[in-house]
């Protein structure tokens, strides 16, 4: 969670199997996949995706990491299966610098791409431990796809990137946009358990304060919202020591979207009602750990 004091190293390839079933029970599409011997296995039915998969572990992994590994693959999955000729997907998984994170964490962090629609609805239904012995974890995902009508703009590409990918809680965080349209910035910063936090425009801004002009860089938080008391810090949930989040930045042609947004599912909600040429997004993972 971002507040201020106010999916692999390849291009996602799996093998599965999709159905086109009707009103299967869940249970039985939860067994048909956990028997499924694909490491990474889909089916499509009752107006949901179903997904089994799977993630290779590292020799200091930990479950809790491997759980959400396997979880950011499923989606990963989800999403090349259904914009596979305009997802474009690289380095998903990573190892953190040596020095930066001695227990070798891994993190995910999406590329820009052009989306062809948004999950609305996301579901984690079993895990498969049976092969930890091998350093394997598996999950079973249920999700909900809703296409964006139209198709993208190139001229609204977004480049954003944040100082670091790895957070101490309370490091400060900078993120650096650039986009080849003149538009309206949004970014909103989404924890694990679902619940997204605006982190641009902030309360002091008057509504349509959020444009952002073509080709030239922005540095968040600027020197006035500094000035102002407005600083973006790492912060973890109460209970938490360890977190994977992402930014998602959005640049849209109109002014004042977004309002009432809580929740992921009120974010893709927006999103929806959106036609594809008029805006363009992108994710940015990271990964926030109390110091020990």
């Not at 004091?5 to 199997?17: A, H, M, S």
């Not at 977190?243 to 929740?263: H, M, Q, R, W």
């Amino acid at each position: 969670m971002i507040k201020w004091p106010l999916f692999f190293g390849y291009i996602l390839l799996f093998y599965g199997v999709v159905c086109a079933w009707g009103g299967v029970p869940e249970e039985t599409i939860v067994k048909n996949l956990i028997a499924n011997p694909d490491d990474n296995a889909v089916i499509e039915t009752n107006g949901y995706i179903y997904v089994k998969a799977k993630y290779e572990m590292g020799g200091s992994d930990s479950i809790d990491n491997a759980k959400k590994g396997a979880m950011a693959k499923a989606i990963e999955i989800i999403l090349g299966m259904k914009n596979q000729k305009a997802q474009h997907y690289t380095d998903i998984f990573k190892k953190m610098k040596a020095g930066e994170n001695q227990s070798s964490t891994l993190i995910f962090n999406s590329q820009n791409c052009v989306s062809l629609g948004v999950i609305t609805e996301q579901k984690l239904l079993a895990v498969i431990e049976d092969n930890l012995a091998a350093r394997e974890y598996s999950v079973i995902m249920k999700a909900a796809y809703m296409p964006i009508e139209g198709s993208g703009d190139p001229l609204y590409f977004l480049d954003a990137r944040m100082n670091k990918s790895f957070f101490i809680e309370n490091e400060a965080i900078r993120i650096t946009v650039k986009v080849q349209k003149s538009g309206y910035l949004y970014i909103f910063s989404v924890a694990e358990d679902g619940m997204v936090y605006t982190v641009y425009p902030h309360s002091y801004m008057k509504a349509g304060q959020n444009k952002i002009e073509a080709d030239k860089e922005l540095v968040l938080p600027t020197k006035d919202d500094i000035s102002k008391g407005v600083n973006y810090i790492a912060s973890l949930l109460p209970g938490q020591t360890v977190s994977c989040e992402y930014l998602k930045a959005i640049v849209a042609d109109k002014p004042n979207l977004f309002n009432g947004v809580k929740t992921y599912e009120d974010m893709m909600k927006w999103l929806t009602r959106l036609k594809r040429e008029e805006f363009e997004y992108v994710d940015l993972g990271y990964m926030i750990q109390k110091v020990k």
